[in-house]
């Protein structure tokens, strides 16, 4: 089972929080992307 979330790029800034909160959710090691 593969999970995901929809963004509105219309309301992307460039902040990247959406990242940030991802890699603390799955616990990503630093310097390591999952795209």
Known sequence: ???G???DNRN???CHACTVACKSEHDVPIGVNRT
């Open 12 to 14: 992307c800034i460039g």
């Open 1 to 3: 089972m593969n999970f």
């Open 5 to 7: 979330f929809v963004i």
